[in-house]
């Protein structure tokens, strides 16, 4: 899989390609980062890229022509059909769903605006659709395009040294992930569940069943409220509450 990046700051995101699972995946060669800076395309002394928006207000709006440019320069390095993603407060929240949708492409442009946004025509013109992290303001775009890579990146083939891993993880099936203990047995802080040590491993998986459906109750209603639940998931879900309700009493 190839992604491009066209930002103000290409050494950030090189740096993305530098550590953890995501450089896994780029040193084994099941991903490619390549990063594009309108800078590079703009014109005069200043290279400026942005300019004061019309109709009056802060901030300053990012120009279209270096942008064009830097797509331009992306689609002539690699032919390749390419989805273009705009990471913007104003686009769909990025799920776990998303993310395997977007790592089943063969190549992806993550667009990072700065300022105030960018010429809205650039968008309507070029843009594929628009991406979101999170209902909060960033200074650029360039910490989105940060965790979309990663979230991508992992779910590569081979990106992970245990793909169950990916599997496992928190809203894969619309669930938060049940807690995960390690060596030693006995602390301070507390004991290892007894069930984990047991065994068995029908019990196990019906315990850490039930905990993601606990915490996401507890944690993450709105997730449980979506999710497809099975008759054993419901049953699980009525035992614990008769536990709490036998607590209380």
Same mark, same amino acid.
């Given at each position: 899989?190839?992604?491009?990046?066209?930002? $103000?700051?290409?050494?950030?995101?090189?740096?993305?390609?530098?550590?953890?699972?995501?450089?896994?995946?780029?040193?084994?060669?099941?991903?490619?980062?390549?990063?594009?800076?309108?800078?590079?395309?703009?014109?005069? *002394?200043?290279?400026?890229?942005?300019?004061?928006?019309?109709?009056?207000?802060?901030?300053?709006?990012?120009?279209?022509?270096?942008?064009?440019?830097?797509?331009?320069?992306?689609?002539?390095?690699?032919?390749?059909?390419?989805?273009?993603?705009?990471?913007?407060?104003?686009?769909?929240?990025?799920?776990?769903?998303?993310?395997?949708?977007?790592?089943?492409?063969?190549? $992806?442009?993550?667009?990072?605006?700065?300022?105030?946004?960018?010429?809205?025509?650039?968008?309507?013109?070029?843009?594929?659709?628009?991406?979101?992290?999170?209902?909060?303001? $960033?200074?650029?775009?360039?910490?989105?395009?940060?965790?979309?890579?990663?979230?991508?990146?992992?779910?590569?083939?081979?990106?992970? *040294?245990?793909?169950?891993?990916?599997?496992?993880?928190?809203?894969?099936?619309?669930?938060?992930?049940?807690?995960?203990?390690?060596?030693?047995?006995?602390?301070?802080?507390? =004991?290892?569940?007894?069930?984990?040590?047991?065994? *068995?491993?029908?019990?196990?998986?019906?315990?850490?069943?039930?905990?993601?459906?606990?915490? =996401?109750?507890?944690?993450?209603?709105?997730?449980?409220?979506?999710?497809?639940?099975?008759?054993?998931?419901?049953?699980?879900?009525?035992?614990?509450?008769?536990?709490?309700?036998?607590?209380?009493?």
């Amino acid at each position: 899989m190839r992604i491009d990046v066209i930002s $103000l700051f290409p050494d950030f995101i090189a740096q993305c390609a530098a550590f953890g699972v995501t450089g896994r995946a780029v040193e084994r060669g099941l991903l490619s980062l390549h990063a594009w800076n309108p800078r590079d395309h703009a014109e005069g *002394n200043y290279r400026r890229v942005d300019d004061r928006p019309f109709g009056g207000g802060p901030g300053m709006v990012m120009l279209i022509d270096p942008l064009r440019a830097s797509l331009a320069a992306a689609r002539a390095d690699d032919p390749a059909p390419a989805r273009v993603i705009y990471l913007s407060p104003q686009g769909a929240p990025l799920t776990q769903a998303k993310a395997r949708e977007l790592a089943g492409q063969e190549r $992806l442009v993550l667009l990072c605006g700065r300022y105030e946004g960018i010429d809205e025509r650039f968008i309507e013109a070029e843009v594929d659709e628009e991406l979101s992290i999170g209902d909060y303001v $960033l200074s650029g775009g360039e910490l989105a395009a940060a965790v979309v890579v990663d979230a991508v990146a992992r779910l590569q083939d081979g990106a992970l *040294n245990d793909a169950e891993s990916a599997v496992q993880d928190s809203f894969e099936d619309g669930l938060l992930d049940c807690p995960h203990y390690t060596r030693p047995v006995e602390h301070a802080l507390g =004991t290892v569940p007894a069930v984990l040590m047991s065994g *068995n491993h029908a019990e196990i998986a019906r315990w850490r069943r039930q905990q993601s459906l606990v915490r =996401t109750l507890q944690r993450r209603p709105d997730l449980l409220d979506e999710a497809a639940l099975s008759k054993a998931d419901r049953k699980l879900l009525d035992a614990w509450r008769t536990r709490q309700a036998g607590k209380g009493s």
